[in-house]
């Protein structure tokens, strides 16, 4: 077996807390990423998904309270926008770019792309890219395939192709991956070393699994255990140094109590000094600059081998 | 005439008595002087290994790859920081996906123990006992000593045979015990861990093919309290605490702050002893020595 393929995507080992610097100094990053789809599961956006009251707050109300909040704490965020949302909403999404966050492409319908033959879904992202790019006036820089409430899994779904294919689209980023709590490398091809960087995400941070989850009338509310979550990571990163991170969907936390108790933590978070909050795009820049695969990715020489008898 | 619900009750009967026959317990279980109760860390290194088992996609592999990537150095850092010796049930392959994780591990007097080669125990006796050779070099290689505890099913017959003289498994009683197999044989101390004290049914989403609706994800706080009061209860009896965790799980940095709380305010007590699970099972096997086995 040539590496570890279909175990490992990236090295033996994480940076170290100590290795780890933020832009003039700053202690800890914080990243905000905002998740418009309303996809429910593996289909991606059905029809059903778009005439909802739940889908109109998500667009309005929900989506300028949230906007709302991020101005008070002057707080900039990436906003994941699937091709097909982007065409129908333009409008909100444009005012998104006015007030200076990022918008990154998630998905032509943020359906389930891990069984797509690999053109269909070069295609896709194509496709999206170049809606995302028209209403927006540029080319997205960042890619993301978030989960949803109908998911098996909670990590968000891509097929063995879909790094492969972002970086031949020219993509910078994925935007969420789990094995690490900083920005790391997932390699598609061990002897090129080439790798796609991918910025850390967990669904214990992200309010879609607390908030009438797995799905309103037979969910369960949570908020109080996402809140002690945020705060929890918060302060531990921030003492280490390293990464927080939050995902937020306008159409749960932009309700009511929801809204104050996201209020409440960014307002926790303003008492802190040294904080970097840069969008997805601003970050991985960093990170590619500072923390470059050449050197950074330290892929050791596999050890792994086959046997009879067990899983190749 | 000898009725079916006759039939029943004796069939149901001599079931539960062998079943409960196999079990000795130690009523009167204490520690070395000075010692109240026995706290053992274990670690079940699963990584990405069981999530490539059951063939779960390439994010859940990445979630796993947290624990051997950055979850097992933290909790080491954090165990060597409290003078805790901790037990580590590694697969046998993640000697080949972590050798430098289990080496610091070694390094810091942690101890190496059996989790099974890939998470699994063939049925085939020749490959069970294939996988149990195999995952038995690989601890060998990598910490200089065999293992002789394990968490799996795989046969006491065998363990034995290789040389273990514990596993760390179920629940038949809160302190450690012995259990022999089938056939009265093959006895080996268990050191009982339970679900309530298990990081991954709190924390872990899609634990073992578990439905959406019946998702077990909380914060560390409801589980600092949960495992708090577990421990004071047993501190109270003198008795016996084993956590289980998952590098990929508690490794994440708001949990390593939660245990480091929990191990902090454990500290505060006189009596806690934080061995690792060979040292819990020597301690059994001299001063309460099993019964002698069925010939």
């Given at each position: 077996m040539p590496w570890k393929e279909r175990y490992t995507i990236s090295d033996e080992k994480s940076l170290a807390d100590d290795e780890i610097r933020w832009p003039q100094g700053a202690r800890c990053c914080v990243g905000v990423t905002v998740d418009l789809s309303v996809a429910a599961g593996p289909d991606g956006i059905r029809a059903a998904d778009l005439t909802t009251p739940e889908a109109e707050f998500g667009a309005n109300q929900g989506l300028s309270a949230l906007l709302a909040v991020l101005r008070?704490?002057?707080?900039?965020?990436?906003?994941?926008?699937?091709?097909?949302?982007?065409?129908?909403?333009?409008?909100?999404?444009?005012?998104?770019?006015?007030?200076?966050?990022?918008?990154?492409?998630?998905?032509?319908?943020?359906?389930?792309?891990?069984?797509?033959?690999?053109?269909?879904?070069?295609?896709?992202?194509?496709?999206?890219?170049?809606?995302?790019?028209?209403?927006?006036?540029?080319?997205?820089?960042?890619?993301?395939?978030?989960?949803?409430?109908?998911?098996?899994?909670?990590?968000?779904?891509?097929?063995?192709?879909?790094?492969?294919?972002?970086?031949?689209?020219?993509?910078?980023?994925?935007?969420?991956?789990?094995?690490?709590?900083?920005?790391?490398?997932?390699?598609?091809?061990?002897?090129?070393?080439?790798?796609?960087?991918?910025?850390?995400?967990?669904?214990?941070?992200?309010?879609?699994?607390?908030?009438?989850?797995?799905?309103?009338?037979?969910?369960?509310?949570?908020?109080?255990?996402?809140?002690?979550?945020?705060?929890?990571?918060?302060d531990a990163q921030y003492k280490r140094g390293r990464h927080f991170h939050m995902t937020l969907h306008p159409r749960h936390i932009g309700w009511c109590n929801r809204l104050q108790l996201l209020d409440e933590f960014l307002s926790y978070l303003r008492g802190f000094p040294g904080l970097w909050n840069p969008t997805g795009e601003e970050c991985a820049r960093y990170w590619l600059a500072t923390y470059p695969a050449s050197t950074y990715l330290r892929l050791e020489p596999s050890i792994w081998r086959d046997y009879p008898g067990s899983l190749s | 005439m000898i009725s079916q619900l006759d039939r029943d009750l004796a069939e149901l009967r001599q079931v539960s008595e062998s079943y409960a026959a196999r079990h000795q317990f130690i009523p009167d279980f204490s520690y070395p002087p000075g010692v109240r109760i026995a706290v053992n860390f274990t670690l079940d290194f699963d990584s990405m290994l069981l999530r490539r088992l059951l063939n779960e996609p390439p994010m859940q592999l990445a979630k796993g790859e947290f624990g051997g990537r950055v979850g097992i150095w933290r909790l080491i850092e954090l165990f060597d920081a409290h003078k805790v010796k901790a037990t580590i049930f590694t697969p046998g392959r993640a000697?080949?996906?972590?050798?430098?994780?289990?080496?610091?591990?070694?390094?810091?007097?942690?101890?190496?123990?059996?989790?099974?080669?890939?998470?699994?125990?063939?049925?085939?006796?020749?490959?069970?006992?294939?996988?149990?050779?195999?995952?038995?070099?690989?601890?060998?290689?990598?910490?200089?000593?065999?293992?002789?505890?394990?968490?799996?099913?795989?046969?006491?017959?065998?363990?034995?045979?290789?040389?273990?003289?514990?596993?760390?498994?179920?629940?038949?009683?809160?302190?450690?015990?012995?259990?022999?197999?089938?056939?009265?044989?093959?006895?080996?101390?268990?050191?009982?861990?339970?679900?309530?004290?298990?990081?991954?049914?709190?924390?872990?989403?899609?634990?073992?093919?578990?439905?959406?609706?019946?998702?077990?994800?909380?914060?560390?706080?409801?589980?600092?309290?949960?495992?708090?009061?577990?421990?004071?209860?047993?501190?109270?009896?003198?008795?016996?605490?084993?956590?289980?965790?998952?590098?990929?799980?508690s490794g994440r940095a708001l949990r390593v702050a939660m245990l480091d709380r929990l191990i902090t305010r454990m500290k505060e007590l006189p009596g806690v002893w934080f061995p690792s699970c060979e040292e819990v099972a020597c301690w059994c096997l001299e001063r309460f020595p099993p019964r002698a086995e069925a010939a």
């Open positions: 008070r704490y002057e707080l900039k965020a990436t906003f994941a926008v699937p091709g097909v949302l982007a065409h129908i909403y333009a409008d909100p999404v444009r005012a998104v770019v006015t007030e200076g966050h990022e918008i990154a492409a998630h998905g032509f319908k943020h359906e389930d792309v891990s069984g797509l033959e690999r053109d269909v879904e070069r295609e896709r992202i194509v496709r999206t890219t170049e809606i995302l790019a028209e209403i927006t006036g540029r080319r997205p820089t960042g890619w993301f395939s978030l989960p949803r409430q109908g998911d098996p899994f909670a990590g968000g779904t891509i097929s063995p192709n879909t790094m492969d294919l972002l970086l031949d689209a020219g993509y910078a980023y994925m935007g969420n991956g789990l094995a690490d709590d900083v920005p790391h490398y997932w390699v598609t091809d061990f002897a090129s070393r080439r790798a796609m960087l991918t910025l850390p995400y967990y669904y214990h941070f992200d309010d879609q699994f607390f908030l009438m989850f797995p799905r309103k009338g037979t969910g369960l509310e949570h908020p109080d255990a996402l809140a002690r979550n945020w705060k929890a990571e918060f | 000697c080949e996906l972590y050798p430098q994780a289990l080496r610091a591990a070694v390094a810091s007097g942690h101890e190496i123990a059996d989790h099974m080669w890939e998470h699994r125990v063939p049925k085939e006796p020749a490959l069970e006992e294939d996988h149990l050779g195999k995952t038995v070099a690989a601890i060998e290689e990598i910490s200089g000593r065999r293992p002789v505890g394990t968490r799996s099913g795989h046969s006491a017959a065998l363990l034995r045979k290789h040389g273990f003289i514990y596993r760390s498994e179920g629940s038949a009683d809160q302190w450690p015990h012995y259990v022999v197999d089938e056939n009265g044989g093959n006895g080996l101390v268990h050191l009982p861990f339970h679900y309530v004290i298990d990081d991954a049914m709190f924390f872990s989403f899609a634990w073992l093919g578990s439905e959406n609706a019946a998702q077990r994800i909380t914060d560390p706080e409801r589980v600092f309290e949960l495992w708090w009061a577990a421990f004071r209860q047993q501190y109270r009896e003198g008795g016996y605490l084993n956590i289980c965790m998952h590098p990929f799980v």
